[in-house]
């Protein structure tokens, strides 16, 4: 079964300063995608940034970028020049889309609390 | 605008109860999903549905039941079964063909027993 572990339960970071979070993953597919989701203070899950596996570029989204180590299993992300509206739980996650004993789900890790300080 | 809407925002039940969370989506989404969240636990799958008249269970499904009679609709029961209810709620859709979007979310429901 597919695992996802983000080894940080809770981080902080001065406003407009560079943060990164760490997410590894548990895997013996080769095709598959990995996900980062913000749940603010609101709980909405918003996501925030994908990355396809078969994809060597890693994917930005404005202020956001991964660190995509495939053999390594890591899918880190980049928040740079911090804002207080980036205060949340960030959430890593994996899918395939073999279907294959209910591998094609998203799987979650556990989160990273992540808060912004003035 | 297109969502996903859960209803109530919050809930309350009294021990022995079962209750039923709502969940309707406009997206024209062929899937729908039921996640748990509990502090520290991430997001754990309760049920999922691929097609209408069609459901799966997911990690944690014991205590809960749903049903798909409509595309728009996965209402999920929390039943007097479940040993501890108490928990936030998620609802999500996606396309089941292609997934690479990954999942749209409602806002959710908080639940609590009294």
């Known amino acids: 079964a597919q695992t996802v572990t983000q080894s940080q339960p809770e981080m902080s970071v001065q406003e407009a300063e560079t943060v990164t979070l760490s997410c590894t993953y548990d895997?013996?597919?080769?095709?598959?995608?990995l996900f980062w989701y913000k749940q603010p203070p609101s709980r909405q899950m918003i996501l925030v940034i994908r990355?396809?596996?078969?994809?060597?570029q890693n994917a930005t989204e404005n202020r956001f970028s991964v660190n995509f180590q495939k053999a390594a299993k890591s899918f880190s992300l980049k928040i740079s020049d911090s804002q207080l509206g980036d205060t949340a739980m960030y959430f890593c996650?994996?899918?395939?889309?073999?279907?294959?004993?209910?591998?094609?789900?998203?799987?979650f890790g556990k989160g990273t609390k992540l808060t912004v300080n003035p | 605008d297109g969502g996903i809407t859960q209803s109530p925002k919050y809930l309350f039940r009294k021990e022995g109860q079962n209750v039923t969370l709502s969940c309707e989506q406009n997206?024209?989404?062929?899937?729908m999903y039921w996640y748990r969240q509990d502090p520290g636990q991430g997001l754990r799958l309760i049920y999922y549905?691929?097609?209408?008249?069609?459901?799966q269970k997911g990690d944690i499904a014991e205590g809960y039941s749903v049903s798909r009679e409509k595309k728009e609709s996965f209402p999920l029961t929390v039943t007097s079964a479940q040993k501890n209810p108490t928990a936030f709620y998620l609802c999500?859709?996606?396309?089941?063909?292609?997934?690479?979007?990954?999942?749209?979310f409602g806002s959710g429901t908080r639940l609590t027993v009294v």
């Open positions: 997206l024209n989404h062929d899937a």
């Open positions: 999500a859709s996606s396309q089941w063909v292609d997934r690479s979007d990954g999942y749209t």
């Open positions: 895997t013996s597919e080769s095709n598959y995608y």
């Open positions: 996650a994996f899918m395939t889309l073999i279907t294959q004993g209910g591998s094609e789900k998203l799987v």
């Open positions: 549905s691929q097609i209408v008249n069609d459901f």
């Open positions: 990355q396809e596996a078969y994809k060597q």
